[in-house]
């Protein structure tokens, strides 16, 4: 049987690769650098500039499968990993028994897996942030539809977003799209997510790699407070007074700082017209993203977006521009704020961080300058002590795919992984 | 442990015209091992998901003992979905990672270590308790996910297609090591597969489903023996069954250029064609019968399975037999087969059901 590769997004240089070995015995040079995720099959990552692409070993009818449901997901604007394309019809030679086809998918630049985040000393909230935007993935998920099945870190990367995280889906083999979502099945995704972040962590303190103030347990409990909480602000009915009429916009308003705008809002009245009940029925997240991109075309995370275009609201005040045209504002911002500090960066210390990440960062260093200066401090000033004495320190995070974790695929007796 | 009844159980998706399970009528006995089977779409993996409290039932009930479970939330039901996410945690020991969940539910330690120790030594892991995964070989490494799920002690266990992301080697192994251990357990477990020979390997009884709809239930042996159906039939036993239509002759079937008796009352207003089965097994070289041209021989030394055609009419059917493999017929030749006496299946050329006196 030919060696045969689907896929949307033509890349030559992936029927360069030793197809007719089976992946675990890939030679190290052609590999990024080994990976390790908890992993059920076999995954390597390659290089092939300017990305590095992630393979899964994995049978034809779900691979062929996941492929599909990544293709639908990215369509419906998720945060999934971008699938490439599926290779099948490998074989080791004539005669021998066919390989495994593999999954590709393009590695999220600047994104890191959890493992990264606590492989060396961060803060303790760290924890805590990566879990809250686990628990927003999860909504944003099934208020699409989309039944996860296997809600985990391992199956998440994650992204610097302002000093927070956001989160995208990794893996999606286990996942299923509906139109919408029982309560059971809601239920049954957050449960195994809770069940499954317990171990995680319960395996990075066994591993001595946890902070020791923090509690497996009592962060796994984090994901579903947060989700239900988030949950219900996102959909839950609510009742009031007529004459209380400003708490539609006080919900739509809490929404949109959540970084939710809302599509549809049903309002309706009981019989006798004494109280009023509204209850969002759709919502899309990336409110703020997307007015960001929007104004300055520029491709932001929500939280990043959200301080962006804070730091855009203080400008047009500073300024006295608040009667001008919004877009001119916008474009004003990027070529005399936003720009300058990025083009400071010098090109070998770009793949530190995303440039959004570093504007924010910028930002908080000013604040920090100006504290410690007594006096304001330029953003040009900021940038350039940010440069000399952070930027410089930080490792690069632009594909950061090995970290000290196991490879653990489940394969015949007889076998055992070193 | 508990028996679980389907009752009258319907889901219809929004939208759909017609029921991804229709009136679903099953009891399954406390420990039984029951496989739900059947081609992509048969709704068999939705009958599973209404019992795990996954999809919403319609129409119906759901009961797990005398309990009726339609409305409650999936983890109030006392179930444990096997494998369906089993990350081995390569830090924690083979008792922590079988454990560590319990230790969510805040179970005191001295009960969590007491399952563990239970389950071990039903998976024969008990002296693998205070290693690590990475020193355990794959087969082992699965005994340890299913030990996640045992200690719960679930009333029913829940699978779904358990099999399908392993390697071929790794799936047999697997399918006796879950078939042996549910016997020692004696839980009541329901397991979703597309694989008619898993199905009959493992199953105490195996519900066969068709687009929706139960076709037929009973031990393997029920199922092989005595299809209920022209579906049932064709889809239980590999090879599969010789479904032909032939037209019904004064005192039984015309088989070619003999008559295979068949009492009167069977085919009595069944019309003028009727579907005959017979299994590879039960057709044997003969001087009289259907008449077919040898096309390929396949030869497995004590037996050889000849896969030749046969003319009916306009058409050309397929026609599969199992013969003595030392001697096959050569490849072209012109063979004759009739159906061993007692195992000739009938069934109506339109309903598709079997037809009996």
Redesign the interface.
Known sequence: MPLQITTAAPEPALLDLPWSQPLAEWPADRLAALPRGLSRHVVRFVRMSPHVLALKEIEESLARREYRLLRLLRRLGLPVVEPVGVVTGRTAGLGQPPLDPVLVTRHLQFSLPYRALFSRSLRTDTATRLVDALAVLLVRLHLAGFFWGDVSLSNTLFRRDAGAFSAYLVDAETGDLHDTLSDGQRDHDLDVAQTNIAGELMDLAAGGLLDETLDPIDLSEVIVSRYRSLWAELTGPESFEPGERWRVAARIRRLNDLGFDVGELTISTDIEGTTIQIEPKVVDAAHHSRRLLRLTGLDAGENQARRLLNDLDEYRAERGLQGEDEAIVAHAWVSGCFEPVIRAVPRELRAKLEPAEIYHEVLEHRWYLSEQRGRDVGLGEAVADYVRGVLVHKPDEASVVGVDTEEMPVIAEGIVEG | MANVTYDKASRI???ATKPAVDTLDLAIADGEFLVLVGPSGCGKSTALRML?????VNTGRILIGDRDVTQV???DRDIAMVF?????????TVA??MG??L??AGMPKNEIRERVMDAAKILDLTQYLERK???????Q??RV?MGRAIVRKPQVFLMDEPL????A??RV?TRTQIASLQRRLGVTTVYVTHDQIEAMTMGDRVAVLRDGVLQQVGTPRELYDRPDNVFVAGFIGSPAMNLLSLPVADGGVKFGDMVQPVDRGTVAGAGEKVVVGVRPEDLELSEHGIVTTVEVVEELGADAYVYSSMKSGDEELQVIARVDGRKPPEKGATVHFRPKEGHVHLFHVDSGERLEA
Request: proline fraction near 12%; hydrophobic fraction near 30%; charged fraction near 20%.
């Open positions: 998706y929004p939208g795990a409290g996954l999809e919403d939330p999936p983890k369906q996410s089993y990350a081995l945690y390569p830090h924690m922590e990672n560590f969940a230790k969510i995964p990475k020193a355990l070989s794959g087969g490494r699965q996910a399908s992301n392993l390697d080697k790794l192994q």
